[in-house]
Nanobody, 119 residues
Framework: QVQLVESGGGLVQAGGSLRLSCAAS????????MGWYRQAPGKQRDLVAA???????NYAYSVKGRFTISRDNAKNTLYLQMNSLKPEDTAVYYC?????????????WGQGTQVTVSL
């Protein structure tokens, strides 16, 4: 099992920055990929950024050039640096981890952290 604990959300003005953190614990050696998703009120949960086992990164077009996903393996922590924030970035942000098990693969989610961007 993998547990994900998120932090770093809050209220920020447009143009400001936030850094989200996701601390992983448990069977962390089984994790082969991690990412950040977000869900705004009345909308579906969408991928924001992902980092693969090999270190490659992918971003949603709407955040490319503004957000940066990174991972500190020594601290078992995933980060999302968010710059030039816009009101449309307002959402609950979720950390996600994909793990490979013996007989099945698993997806783990953090509790979510609220990000609110004001005008």
């Amino acid at each position: 099992q993998v547990q994900l604990v998120e932090s770093g959300g809050g209220l920020v003005q447009a143009g400001g920055s936030l850094r989200l953190s996701c601390a992983a614990s448990g069977s962390i050696f089984s994790i082969n990929g991690m990412g950040w998703y977000r869900q705004a009120p009345g909308k579906q949960r969408d991928l924001v950024a992902a980092i693969t086992e090999g270190g490659s990164t992918n971003y949603a077009y709407s955040v490319k050039g503004r957000f940066t996903i990174s991972r500190d393996n020594a601290k078992n922590t995933l980060y999302l640096q968010m710059n030039s924030l816009k009101p449309e970035d307002t959402a609950v942000y979720y950390c996600h981890a994909h793990a490979v098990g013996v007989v099945a693969n698993y997806d783990y989610w953090g509790q979510g952290t609220q990000v609110t961007v004001s005008l």
